[in-house]
T-cell receptor, first 115, second 112 residues
């Protein structure tokens, strides 16, 4: 069983469209994340949820809206897609706690291409 | 605030040679440190992590890293490179909260 799974793996869409990426983890973790990896491979955190509560919200356009229906799922909805949104989006999960020395487990990524 | 700097965006080594990837961090509290590897078109996989205790940490695939507090470094090494080590490597720090901050990554090329 895949620990952190994302769908779709590839997404090609036109500018102005709205799209969603889904993420599910079966590790029993309390915390989930969305990261964006740009064309230069730089990884930047976008959001983090702990038990369905938003705890990290970096400087991300309002067009990006995360939703966590339960602690095993964290979806990312993007409105009015722009060319600059093209990137690989990674979902991850980890155990909660500020001092818990746990690593994050990553999904395989969703390669979003906006044309 | 926490940050990570990886020196060298690309490293080229010959098969069988030493692999050395440099990572320096900045943190206002004692950090947890991680190295991840990313193979082409795949997600990130944990190589090793430092939490507390022994400063020399051994990971998978023959990699190890040493935490040096005085130098705020966590360099990754492997004594003998293999072709399968060609990948992107990321150093990361977790210091405050549950936020994992990554360095810019180092691409390793292995020459036969």
């Amino acid at each position: 069983d895949t620990a952190v799974s994302q769908t779709p793996k590839y997404l090609v869409t036109q500018m102005g469209n709205d799209k969603s990426i889904k993420c599910e983890q079966n590790l029993g973790h309390d915390t989930m994340y969305w990261y964006k990896q740009d064309s230069k491979k730089f990884l930047k955190i976008m959001f983090s949820y702990n038990n369905k509560e938003l705890i990290i919200n970096e400087t991300v356009p309002n067009r990006f809206s995360p939703k966590s229906p339960d602690k095993a799922h964290l979806n990312l909805h993007i409105n009015s897609l722009e060319l600059g949104d093209s990137a690989v989006y990674f979902c991850a999960s980890s155990q909660a706690g500020a001092r818990v020395n746990t690593e994050a487990f990553f999904g395989q990524g969703t390669r979003l291409t906006v044309v | 605030a926490q940050s990570v700097t990886q020196l060298g965006s690309h490293v080229s080594v010959s098969e069988g040679a030493l692999v050395l990837l440099r990572c320096n961090y900045s943190s206002s509290v004692p950090p947890y440190l991680f190295w991840y590897v990313q193979y082409p078109n795949q997600g990130l996989q944990l190589l090793l992590k430092y939490t507390t205790g022994a400063t020399l940490v051994k990971g998978i695939n023959g990699f190890e890293a040493e935490f040096k507090k005085s130098e705020t470094s966590f360099h990754l090494t492997k004594p003998s490179a293999h072709m399968s080590d060609a990948a992107e490597y990321f150093c990361a720090v977790k210091a405050a909260g549950n936020k994992l901050t990554f360095g810019g990554g180092t691409r390793v090329l292995v020459k036969p």
